[in-house]
């Protein structure tokens, strides 16, 4: 199953569940060189080849990204449905709101922020998924990696899943599920946690690499 043809059918389930008779339609954007912003709402975005989208509000349901595209999502920008990252693209997501993405082929996503309902990594290529912030509810990984960086890391088995706690690089705590994290009581390799310093450990760290350096100048 293609990714166009995934999403459609995630979109005629929730037409049905939210009483459409047919998936919705609307305008569609295609951007496929330069720099562009979403400056209006879509039903369908697509962008290509080098291409940069801004998003920082209004709505799209879809968004697909090809090639060495890059797509950046901030602020009040809302996409209903979800973002498609194939081939070497970029998603970037620093705020706004996300029902789901999925990074494909060697495709980088980086969450910093915002609301998003589960990201997934799938295929045989080295796709990566960054996770540094934001409120994320599900993390699946089917193929390629998904990098958790934060602290205080408590990763409790669920059935077939496991439950995910910690903190933020920030302080902020988050909780999320890891999708068939726990087959067999072993912990998925493809989702791999980075612990970092907390902050009130850095500043620690920090100061005391001062206290030395002023020691050897004394010195």
């Not at 973002?83 to 996503?109: I, Y």
Request: aromatic fraction near 10%; avoid cysteine; hydrophobic fraction near 40%.
């Amino acid at each position: 199953m293609n990714a166009r043809t995934f999403w459609i059918s995630v979109l005629v389930l929730a037409s049905a569940a939210r009483g459409w008779a047919d998936p919705p339609t609307g305008p569609e954007l295609d951007v496929f060189q330069g720099v562009a912003s979403i400056d209006q709402d879509y039903y369908r975005v697509r962008v290509y080849n080098d291409a940069v989208l801004n998003m920082s509000a209004f709505t799209v349901i879809h968004v697909e990204s090809y090639n060495d595209a890059t797509f950046n999502l901030s602020a009040d920008g809302l996409v209903t449905d979800g973002v498609v990252v194939e081939g070497s693209s970029l998603f970037n997501m620093a705020g706004g709101s996300v029902r789901g993405v999925k990074g494909g082929g060697t495709s980088v996503v980086n969450i910093l922020g915002g609301e998003l309902s589960w990201v997934m990594s799938e295929g045989l290529e080295a796709s990566t998924v960054n996770l540094r912030g934001g409120t994320i509810q599900l993390v699946e990984a089917q193929g390629g990696i998904v990098n958790v960086f934060g602290y205080a890391f408590v990763r409790t088995p669920q059935g077939h899943d496991s439950i995910l706690t910690g903190k933020w690089q920030d302080g902020t705590p988050f909780d999320m599920r890891l999708f068939r994290d726990n087959v067999d009581g072993v912990p998925n390799p493809r989702i791999v946690l980075h612990e970092i310093p907390e902050p009130y450990s850095l500043v620690v760290l920090l100061w005391g690499g001062m206290l030395l350096k002023r020691s050897v100048r004394k010195l």
